[in-house]
């Protein structure tokens, strides 16, 4: 089980904050690639199962080769600042991980991992899809006996911040971590998602939706139409004032579009 506290700070002026006033206790720097799979069949994403491959540079090391971790989450909940999940890791070769991404059935045929053995076994999974993902900036910090995590996450559609901290004792830990964010003037809020779920709603629904009712012909096409809903979502997430705020006003778009494409006087594009 793994067990964090999450709290999303708001801007880039916080992250900025925070970060000096850690400064002293920096241990590393990690630039993590994320990529994302679901079954054919959406097997994963419908149980609430993550399926990544994280890429790894440590900044201090740029030299050496990244190393690569398969992940499987699942059954995750966060509430109140502290999530919680079943987690499974397993150490990777990054080339077979790259070799992964453009093949993805690659993942399926690898041989003594428990975890390609339960997303198969326990998802009934037989095909996987590749859903893309995102890169994160970590700064880890060894801070009062916590190891902190200070998360810089750039989306298509922007930059999301967060403060991770895994531990035994949550409720406890956090009320460590809130206090010092509070006694520095540093605003904060539970996260209310995880980032793969952030990735997701900011990745697909719209462009589906636009895509179902917006005829476009050929590549070009969709790639206007990925430019679109790109732009669009970046105003959401700019105007909104959390994530729930963000995933409210998102839902609320979509459905302005489908109204409007269900009327036929009203304008396709919102
Ligand atoms: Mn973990
Ligand atoms: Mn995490
Ligand atoms: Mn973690």
Redesign the pocket.
């Given at each position: 089980m793994e067990v964090?506290v999450?709290v999303r700070l708001p801007d880039s002026t916080s992250h900025q904050k925070l970060s000096t006033l850690l400064s002293p206790f920096h241990t590393k720097t990690l630039l993590q690639e994320n990529v994302f799979f679901d079954g054919s069949d959406s097997q994963l994403s419908s149980n609430l199962a993550v399926l990544r491959l994280r890429f790894i540079t440590t900044t201090a090391t740029a030299t050496a080769p990244n190393h690569c971790v398969l992940s499987l989450k699942a059954q995750p909940v966060i509430s109140q600042g502290i999530?919680r999940a079943q987690e499974l890791e397993e150490p990777m070769d990054p080339t077979l991980g790259r070799a992964c991404i453009a093949e993805p059935w690659r993942l399926l045929s690898v041989t003594d991992s428990a975890i390609v053995e339960r997303v198969k076994q326990e998802f009934g999974v037989s095909g996987l899809v590749c859903l893309g993902g995102f890169r994160n900036v970590r700064s880890v910090y060894d801070w009062q006996g916590l190891k902190i995590e200070v998360d810089e996450t750039n989306f298509d559609f922007g930059t999301c911040y967060e403060v991770?901290c895994e531990t035994g004792d949550p409720e406890r830990d956090k009320k460590v971590i809130e206090r010092f964010l509070e006694d520095n003037g540093i605003g904060f809020e539970y996260s209310q998602v995880s980032k793969f779920a952030v990735f997701w709603s900011g990745k697909l629904p719209l462009m589906e939706t636009l895509k179902r009712h917006l005829p476009v012909s050929g590549q070009e096409g969709l790639h206007e139409l990925r430019k679109f809903a790109i732009r669009f979502e970046e105003k959401i997430y700019t105007a909104a004032t959390s994530q729930s705020d963000y995933l409210r006003k998102i839902s609320l778009k979509m459905l302005t579009v489908e109204t409007k494409c269900q009327n036929p006087r009203g304008n396709a594009l919102p």
């Open positions: 964090e999450k999530s991770e």
